[in-house]
């Protein structure tokens, strides 16, 4: 049984293939999740400690994943966001929507997993975490 769990939502192959080797033998399990709505029913009922979604923002409207876990009541651990530039007005737009940090597509497994073990949370530190980037 694996001591952590990560919501995956969204992710490219690539991308999903990178966080899944960095993850793997730090005892974290991955839960991939294609979408919002299988990634809300999959964090009430799993609650992971960390989740990482693609965004991409030409096209996401209407609420954040982040605003709807908080809405619905769902616990979670913090929200990577993936990104595909790192441009200032998509960093402010993260920040707003309620993500903890980000990448940036094509993801390095280094810069991931620095980013994971510094948002990772610990049984006494869930909430209010900085914003982080790779």
């Known amino acids: 049984m694996h001591k952590r769990l990560l919501l995956a939502v969204g992710l490219d192959s690539e991308t999903y293939a990178t966080l899944s080797g960095v993850v793997s033998y730090n005892d974290w399990g991955v839960l991939p999740a294609p ?7 999959l964090a009430a009922s799993h609650k ?5 979604t693609y ?6 409207t209407g609420t954040s994943l982040p605003e709807q876990l908080t809405r619905a009541g769902i ?14 007005n998509v960093v402010s737009r993260i920040r707003r929507i309620g993500c903890n940090g980000y990448v940036v597509r094509p993801v390095r497994s280094g810069a991931l997993k620095q980013l994971i073990l510094r948002l990772a ?11 982080a980037h790779t």
């Open 35 to 41: 979408d919002g709505s299988h990634a809300l029913r």
């Open 48 to 52: 992971p400690d960390l989740i990482v």
């Open 55 to 60: 965004y991409k923002s030409n096209t996401l």
């Open 75 to 88: 616990e979670t651990g913090p929200v990577v966001a993936v990104i595909d530039r790192a441009l200032p």
């Open 121 to 131: 949370p610990t049984p006494t530190k869930r909430a209010s975490l900085p914003i």
